[in-house]
């Protein structure tokens, strides 16, 4: 089992950055060979792709609303994932997310969210205008 818990979540005003982190652990886990990603979800909106980062690849990928202000990361020695996230708007508040999957040999991590298995609970950004 993988367990993901997300963290760095709170109340921003607009423009400012918040960086949320996503502690993984689980008996086979490492950020090593796992495709890893954050998506968010607004209350009454879809579930939206944000970022994700692959291992194989070595790749990130942006979310077409977040691209150039949010930053995907990991530290493999603490087998954690990071989203920095500046210049924040009113329209980024939402829960977010972080997931993983195995590593697709040679493949960029995917965008759909169908394509990861694990996930983490949430943790709420809200920006204030």
């Known amino acids: 089992q993988v367990q993901l818990v997300e963290s760095g979540g709170g109340l921003v005003q607009a423009g400012g950055s918040l960086r949320l982190s996503c502690a993984a652990s689980?008996?086979?886990?490492?950020?090593?060979?796992?495709?890893m990603a954050w998506f968010r979800q607004a209350p009454g909106k879809e579930s939206e792709f944000v970022a994700a980062?692959?291992?194989?690849?070595?790749?990130?990928r942006y979310g077409e609303s977040v691209e150039g202000r949010f930053t995907i990361s990991r530290d493999n020695t603490r087998s954690a994932l990071y989203l920095q996230m500046s210049s924040l708007k009113a329209e980024d508040t939402a829960v977010y997310y972080c997931?993983?999957?195995?590593?697709?040999?040679?493949?960029?991590?995917?965008?759909?969210?169908?394509?990861?298995?694990?996930w983490g609970q949430g943790t709420q950004v809200t920006v204030s205008s």
């Open positions: 689980g008996r086979t886990f490492s950020v090593s060979g796992w495709d």
């Open positions: 997931a993983a999957d195995f590593s697709r040999p040679g493949q960029a991590p995917p965008l759909a969210r169908t394509a990861y298995n694990y």
């Open positions: 980062l692959g291992w194989s690849s070595g790749r990130t």
